[in-house]
């Protein structure tokens, strides 16, 4: 009995210290619980001057706590997968548990930027809602070009995104709320080093490259562009 | 009679359930408050551990960021720390360390050598390491050979995986690539960022015409780059520039 109250009495103070109330699963290993939780600190504890409209739409307010909401309502818990591909960072399983993120080693394997980090967590988190079908994404218009009418064609993979799902119609998907939010950061965050402002800016831009349609001009309309 | 031994017999009961209550609290409350200690030693020690851990790893992260060869001694005291400092920084994976923002500004010319040794020490891999550098250094442009570095990181080789630069990672994740395309672009990005933050910042026919020369350069540069997303921006810059 004893025992017990000693460990809820740790697991407050755990709570208290972290901020978010995520549970992780024991095979994660300590360096990937850290950096986790170091960079969902890092976002539950951004201040903003002001949003735009689509931020307050799916986010609310600038302001760490409605990020950290966002995740807590949406996801729960933390494992430990390969997601299926070498490269991936982290990823959902929704028909297996829509609630439960994956990591992947990569997430502190690969030099990303924190903003990056922190972008593919919440591009997942948006990935977990049911009642919106899980923002399932869309499929990449053939050819897929770019503003300048040239073909958008990776040097790393030799592949363009043509007939892939990896593109987005909505803004209220998980590209266009990732675009929003590192957006949003970028201009208006209070607390944010010039480093974190800047890196959002460059990941926001290449966000804006996977809206399609209407949706990237609802997102150019919301940054005022 | 009876009924007064009943109603003594009652308030017995009462007092002693009372006392026993007030007894279990009392342990209760002695037993919280040292589980509520317990708890603060092992919240405090937990802490002064981590600072432990912290600061050794950092020291070991900040001589393993840097080649054997890199040489601290021959530069100045001030300028030692702030490459210690940047070290820690990069070792802790903490963009946002304010120290960003305060403790690099108005770089001498001895911190700018340094640094650009630091950049060069660097693993092609340490991505987000060299874009803070090029940052840092993009940040205080002064003149020509400052445009020469951005130029320098423009004109670099495309890593061509995180994992190892100089190698092609052909597995396809088309569903989050992009992010992974600019992390492997990222100093380039940054340093093409560096540039236009510049050209915001100054009138450009006010510039020498050497700085002039310099910065159409760098800018030229970045518009042959390999790399789509730069070589996009950098077309997209000229055209603002009306170069």
């Not at chain 1, 966000?207 to 150019?220: C, M, N, P, S």
Request: charged share 25%; hydrophobic share 35%.
């Amino acid at each position: 009995m004893r025992y017990l109250k000693f460990l809820s009495a740790l697991a407050i103070v755990a709570f208290s210290i972290k901020g978010f109330c995520l549970q992780f699963d024991p095979d994660l290993s300590q360096d990937l619980q850290k950096q986790m939780k170091e960079d969902l600190a890092f976002m539950g504890q951004i201040k903003g001057a002001k949003q735009t409209p689509l931020h307050q739409q799916i986010f609310g307010q600038l302001d760490g706590e409605n990020y950290k909401t966002f995740f807590e309502t949406r996801i729960t818990s933390v494992g430990h997968d390969s997601c299926g591909d070498g490269k991936a960072v982290a990823c959902v399983m929704p028909f297996y548990d829509a609630h439960k993120m994956w990591i992947t080693d990569n997430f502190i394997k690969f030099s990303h930027p924190q903003v990056a980090r922190a972008m593919v967590v919440y591009h997942e988190a948006r990935h977990s809602e049911g009642k919106n079908g899980f923002w399932s994404h869309a499929t990449c218009p053939t050819p897929f070009l770019d503003e300048n009418g040239n073909e958008i064609k990776s040097i790393w993979t030799g592949s363009t995104l043509a007939g892939e799902p990896a593109c987005d119609k909505t803004p209220f998907g998980s590209y266009g709320s990732s675009t929003i939010m590192l957006h949003n950061i970028s201009q208006y965050c209070v607390n944010c080093t010039d480093k974190v402002k800047m890196d959002a800016k460059i990941y926001s831009d290449d966000q804006t490259g996977r809206l399609i349609g209407k949706a990237k001009e609802d997102v150019k309309k919301d940054f005022g562009m | 009679m009876k009924k007064i031994f009943v109603v003594i017999a009652a308030l017995a009961l009462v007092w002693i359930f009372a006392h026993q209550m007030l007894s279990r609290q009392g342990a209760l409350n002695t037993d919280l408050h040292k589980v509520q200690q317990e708890a603060s030693v092992v919240e405090r020690k937990i802490t002064n551990e981590m600072s432990d851990i912290k600061e050794s790893k950092s020291d070991k992260l900040v001589g393993a960021f840097l080649r054997s060869d890199f040489e601290f001694s021959k530069y100045p005291k001030e300028t030692q720390v702030k490459i210690k400092t940047l070290g820690e920084i990069l070792a802790s994976k903490n963009d946002n360390d304010p120290r960003l923002d305060g403790d690099f500004k108005g770089l001498t010319d001895q911190d700018k050598v340094a640094f650009k040794e630091f950049y060069k020490a660097l693993k092609p891999e340490s991505l987000n390491e060299r874009g803070t550098l090029a940052y840092l250094m993009g940040r205080s442009i002064q003149g020509a050979e400052d445009l020469d570095f951005m130029k320098d990181i423009l004109a670099e080789e495309p890593c061509m995986s995180l994992e190892n630069c100089a190698n092609r990672n052909v597995a396809k994740d088309t569903h989050l690539d992009s992010m992974d395309e600019t992390t492997l672009s990222y100093p380039q990005l940054m340093a093409l960022e560096s540039i236009s933050r510049f050209t915001q910042a100054h009138i450009i026919p006010e510039l020498s015409s050497g700085d002039q020369l310099h910065l159409i350069e760098a800018i030229r540069e970045a518009q042959r780059s390999p790399i789509p997303s730069v070589a996009r921006k950098a077309n997209e810059l000229s055209r603002n520039l009306r170069l």
